[in-house]
């Protein structure tokens, strides 16, 4: 099995792809709902991963 | 996505809910939901790959103090909710030893949301075959 080396922010934006895609798939009850869902949560993952970013490089001064 | 929808009529949901732990995705083809079934197929099976491939630990099942049983029993059951993938990756040797380095832990956390993805699914079938939802 070939070996994946990801920075944090690569595995971060994987994760949150394919979290966003299931959320969206089984909360929803419309194909259109769920694609906005999809995207909103992968907007705020996206968002928390920059906020949290910033967060710790300036938390270490 | 055009899908064949059956009228919600409430089902026997233990077989949905077994064949979608068993193999990801299929509690919502036995229940005629082929395009949300690939699709979570797909997600929670490149999910747990790329937990593998980064070289990801699986938990063992441990107790102790609280912190202790919540981390490795909890981590357990999560890698277990990947169904085949799970035991698949057991029976051919990719559990790898716990080991230091951002990437493991990123791999170790993937294989762990394989299985919450998977739970989410299940629910979701079993939302369906008890006729809560389309």
Request: net charge positive.
């Amino acid at each position: 099995m070939p070996k994946m080396n990801l920075s944090h922010f690569e595995a971060s934006l994987l994760f949150a792809l394919l979290t966003s895609i299931v959320l969206g798939i089984v909360t929803k009850r419309t194909d259109r709902e769920r694609l906005r869902y999809a995207a909103y949560c992968f907007g705020y993952f996206v968002a928390a991963i920059f906020a949290l970013g910033w967060l710790m490089y300036l938390g270490h001064g | 996505m055009a899908e064949v929808k059956e009228a919600a009529q409430p089902r026997n949901w233990i077989p949905v809910v077994a064949l979608g732990w068993f193999l990801p995705g299929g509690g919502h083809f036995l229940l005629k939901r082929p395009g949300r079934g690939a699709i979570v197929a797909a997600c929670v099976a490149l999910m747990f790959l790329l937990g593998l491939m980064m070289r990801g630990a699986m938990f063992q099942w441990q107790t102790g103090d609280l912190l202790t049983t919540v981390i490795y029993c909890g981590g357990f059951i999560g890698d277990l909710m990947s169904g085949v993938l799970f035991l698949l990756a057991r029976a051919f040797g990719y559990d790898q030893p716990d080991m230091a380095g951002h990437v493991h832990d990123y791999g170790t956390k993937f294989l762990v949301a394989a299985g919450l993805l998977n739970i989410l699914a299940m629910v979701d079938a079993y939302e369906i075959a008890t006729g809560r939802k389309d």
